[in-house]
């Protein structure tokens, strides 16, 4: 199969760090793949949090990787590396990408590709790897969630929190979640949350204590962090877990190490963008064994809010930095 691919592609990118307008159409060279990798022509892109930072100057990409924002894609291989089968192209991938989504095109490792089966949209599988990726391995692997198990999630309407809702309850979790007001409440209900605390009108520390007859959770997923972590370990059960993956309340908080020591405790943590191309590849093989055949027979979706062209990715920008959204945000780039 022979694909014409243009040396210059439409990309959304910017000259200097500041607000959702600074983003920009552009026009790069397309990437060539190298060992190991492929060309994705690329028919949507996720737009996450760490999309954000990166825009505002907080949170540059690793060395070697696009400077193009974007960390998940959804389309088509149209070229591969020279170690990579040439069968692979024609087939519809979804991958987890270092950067450079927000473009015509991408190069991603093969490695980190996730076939898109019939009856998924690619929109709805650029709405997966990163959200999935980062929940899996946080929850089950880093947080050791167990069936029966009781997660707590803050921001429960967010990308990461409708996926932790979905794929807890599929392996068998209790899952509790915070949001900012009643309707995002409902809204986390309605997906899957067993329970949800609006924490500006609760104290979800009493709220959790409430629901759990006094015993705590066994796990948090934390996107906050600063002074949400002593409030969350006062949440946790004996031999709890703690697992914080953002900092958007803070980068330090006090802690009584003599609590974390008598009730056994465990704080950890991770961020997956400069994680070794191994450890992803890893990652995604266990993905593709254990939650892939949900995705395959429909029982896992991610929750999806809207699409932007990609020429609106600053708007796509300053609607998550607005907090209405409920689930994922993609940009539409060369469409179905």
Not at 124 to 142: G, Q
Not at 238 to 253: C, N, P, Q, S, Y
Request: proline share 7%; with cysteine.
């Amino acid at each position: 199969m022979t694909v014409e691919i243009p040396q210059n592609m439409r990309a959304s990118g910017y000259d200097a760090p500041g607000g959702p307008e600074v983003l920009r159409i552009e026009r790069p060279p397309v990437p060539q793949p190298a060992e190991g990798e492929v060309l994705v022509r690329v028919a949507y892109a996720g737009v996450n949090r760490p999309d954000v930072i990166q825009r505002m100057g907080h949170y540059p990409p690793p060395p070697g990787a696009s400077p193009i924002p974007g960390l998940e894609i959804a389309g088509v291989i149209v070229a591969c590396g020279e170690d990579v089968a040439r069968d692979t192209i024609g087939q519809r991938v979804c991958a987890l990408v270092t950067g450079g989504g927000y473009a015509e095109y991408c190069v991603a490792k093969m490695a980190h590709c996730l076939p898109v089966p019939d009856g998924l949209s690619l929109a709805e599988a650029a709405a997966i790897p990163e959200t999935l990726f980062t929940v899996w391995h946080n929850v089950f692997e880093r947080g050791w969630a167990c069936d029966g198990e009781t997660l707590l999630v803050h921001g429960g309407t967010s990308g990461i929190g409708t996926m932790a809702i979905k794929l807890g309850k599929l392996f068998g979790l209790q899952v509790i979640v915070t949001c900012g007001d009643d309707a995002k409440c409902a809204a986390a209900k309605a997906i899957g949350a067993d329970h949800a605390i609006n924490y500006k009108t609760s104290d979800f520390v009493e709220q959790v204590k409430t629901i759990t007859d006094g015993t705590g959770v066994e796990l948090v997923l934390d996107m906050v962090s600063g002074d949400y972590v002593p409030r969350n370990l006062a949440c946790l059960a004996e031999d709890g877990r703690h697992v914080t993956i953002a900092v958007l309340g803070g980068m330090k908080a006090e802690l009584n190490m003599a609590q974390i020591m008598a009730r056994r405790l465990t704080l950890t943590g991770s961020t997956l963008r400069a994680r070794p191309d191994t450890f992803k590849q890893l990652l995604c093989d266990e993905i593709f064994r254990t939650a892939w055949p949900h995705v395959e027979d429909g029982s896992l979706r991610p929750e999806m809010d809207r699409a932007f062209p990609l020429d609106q990715a600053g708007a796509a920008h300053a609607h998550m930095e607005a907090g209405d959204h409920i689930g994922k945000i993609v940009l539409e780039i060369g469409g179905e």
